[in-house]
């Protein structure tokens, strides 16, 4: 696994994988895990705007987002902005102290990668791995959410060849 921010990323051009390869080759597969694996985040292009191929790629389909702006700010993730009470009393100041160096830190520019997605764009992040979010906006945009098995990653990338 690489550890990487935006440069060393952008410098490695990894490529997307062809919707086609992805599904019908071996290769295709293959170097999208590699992708995957490698960097925590992997991209399928070329994939027609449908659900029905959508979910070619990634599988039944669990949500489907339609935002505009107003609804993005209504519908912000509430959950992870709950109270925290998992963290002890005494040991809250430290966590908050924490919190603000962690946050800090994921925030400089250069530990940040924006992708603009644009419709048959697919791109898939390894929650393990990586943090990722989206940016306010002006307009409409519907986002398709999925799961996918960590088993299921890891066996096939065992089946073909890939250190898992």
């Given at each position: 696994r690489i550890l990487w921010n935006e440069k060393i990323y952008k410098e490695a051009n990894v490529s997307s994988v062809n919707f086609l390869d992805f599904l019908e080759t071996n290769e295709g597969l293959r170097e999208f895990l590699q992708n995957f694996l490698l960097y925590g985040i992997a991209f399928v292009d070329n994939v027609p705007a449908t659900r029905e191929d959508t979910e070619r790629v990634i599988g039944p389909v669990l949500n489907v987002y339609p935002w505009n702006k107003e609804l993005y700010m209504i519908r912000y993730n509430n959950y992870d902005r709950s109270v925290?009470?998992?963290?002890?009393?005494?040991?809250?100041?430290?966590?908050?102290?924490?919190?603000?160096?962690?946050?800090?830190?994921?925030?400089?520019?250069?530990?940040?990668?924006?992708?603009?997605?644009?419709?048959?764009?697919?791109?898939?992040?390894?929650?393990?791995?990586?943090?990722?979010?989206?940016?306010?906006?002006?307009?409409?945009?519907?986002?398709?959410?999925?799961?996918?098995?960590?088993?299921?990653?890891?066996?096939?990338?065992?089946?073909?060849?890939?250190?898992?």
């Open positions: 925290i009470n998992t963290v002890p009393y005494n040991v809250v100041r430290s966590w908050y102290s924490a919190h603000r160096i962690l946050t800090n830190e994921l925030r400089r520019p250069e530990n940040e990668l924006w992708v603009k997605l644009k419709p048959g764009k697919v791109m898939f992040v390894d929650n393990w791995r990586v943090l990722h979010g989206r940016e306010s906006f002006t307009g409409y945009r519907q986002i398709c959410g999925c799961y996918l098995s960590r088993d299921d990653v890891l066996n096939t990338s065992r089946l073909l060849g890939l250190k898992a």
